[in-house]
Every structure is written in structure tokens, then in C-alpha cells.
């Protein structure tokens, strides 16, 4: 029998942890301490394992039953949900941990690798990690090309023309294939001063293409 809203909510705690079933697998775990977790149990390859989607009421009733659904899919596919979801989670921690900062030192490095001149890894760094200093700590697929043109903007009215197109040229050259979505290296180098594109102010910041990656 499935279970209703009415039962998950008047579910009360008792001296031991217990379940409440919904089907397929899915069911109420309410523990002695009175929280209530969603959790799946399933097989794949021939052991059992258990996914928790987290607390009720946060995660409503009908939202348990879609997550559940989801995961039944993925097994069809022949996918375990658990090494799935703990995939996602690492992509999710490397690509918040991979920011122009970071980026920018990669690009140095490859430059001063390349046997570039002192003279121009020198100017690299100084317009990279210097003038660029406000997007140092943001995940590069965070950042839109409208605060590019922003920062640069800034650069100019403060009379250093040359550092504006050094720095819009800089956030060109991080992106290399490889480096973020293509989408996202087009609008870094649409970006980038002398780069040849469409203005940056022409790219509307919530469009996807406008995304501005290094990354």
C-alpha cells in the first residue's frame, strides 16, 4: 500500500528506528530522534544498496517518488544511482574549485613552459592576477562575459588602455580547446578587446552562449 502525505507527516518516532513503505523500493525511514529520511533500496549486480534523498518534509512525498522514478531509470540503463550521484558530486566540487585565479596561474605556467620571454610572462601575471584580481576567486563557468566587459571598462577609465586589452586579450588565450564548453570560449573571446568579435555588450548576460569560461 502506498503511502499519503497524511501518514508521512503523522509518522511518530519510536524506540527504534522504523520504516514506512511506499513501493518500489522506496519508503519513510523515521528515526527514534523524530527526523523522517526518504531512502531507496535496490539492487544492482546482485547486491543491495540503499540511496537516501533527504528529509521530509523538504523533500515532499511526490518529489521522494520522482527521485525514485529517476533512479529506476538509471538501473534500467544499467547505471548505478549511487556512483552517479557521487560522480555529479565530484564534477560539481572540481568545477567550483576551478576558478580564473586558478586558470590564470595554469596559463602563466604554460607560457613560461613555452620558453616565453621574462618580459611577457611578467606582463601575463600582472595583468592576469593584478588588474583580473576581482574575478580570481570565481568558478570561470560562473563567470558571464558582461562582467568581463565591466571589469575592462574599469581598466579604461582608469587610462590604461593598453592593460584593457592585455587583460581582454589575456581571458582569450585561456580559452583553448579543451577549456570549458565551446559556447563558453566563444563568448570569452567575443570578450576580449582586439579579438575581433561582437562586442561584449552586445552578448545578453543570461543567454548561454554568454557564459565566459577558461575552464
Do not use: H
Not at 521522494?64 to 558530486?89: C, F, M, V
Request: net charge positive.
Amino acid at each position: 500500500m502506498s503511502l499519503s502525505d497524511f501518514a508521512c507527516k503523522n509518522a511518530k518516532p519510536k524506540d527504534k528506528p522504523y520504516r514506512l513503505a511506499d513501493g518500489d523500493g522506496l519508503y519513510l525511514l523515521v528515526r527514534n530522534n523524530g527526523s523522517k529520511l526518504w531512502q531507496l533500496r535496490y539492487r544492482y549486480l546482485g547486491k543491495e544498496n540503499i540511496l537516501s534523498f533527504g528529509k521530509y518534509p523538504l523533500v515532499s512525498l511526490l518529489d521522494a517518488r520522482g527521485k525514485r522514478d529517476d533512479a529506476k531509470r538509471l538501473l534500467i540503463a544499467g547505471i548505478n544511482p549511487s556512483t552517479k550521484r557521487k560522480e555529479e558530486k565530484t564534477a560539481a566540487i572540481t568545477e567550483a574549485r576551478t576558478t580564473f585565479g586558478l586558470i590564470s596561474e595554469e596559463y602563466v605556467m604554460r607560457m613560461q613552459e613555452r620558453d616565453a620571454a621574462a618580459a611577457t610572462v611578467t606582463k601575463a601575471k600582472w595583468l592576469l592576477e593584478d588588474l583580473a584580481s576581482p574575478l580570481a576567486k570565481r568558478p570561470i563557468k560562473e563567470i558571464t562575459a558582461a562582467e568581463i566587459f565591466q571589469l575592462l571598462q574599469k581598466i579604461e577609465k582608469s587610462g590604461r588602455r593598453q592593460a584593457e586589452r592585455g587583460v581582454g586579450r589575456g581571458c582569450a588565450a585561456g580559452a583553448e580547446p579543451g577549456q570549458g564548453t565551446t559556447g563558453q570560449r566563444r563568448a570569452l573571446r567575443r570578450a576580449a578587446p582586439g579579438s575581433g568579435g561582437a562586442p561584449c555588450v552586445m552578448i545578453p548576460p543570461a543567454a548561454p552562449s554568454s557564459s565566459c569560461s577558461g575552464a
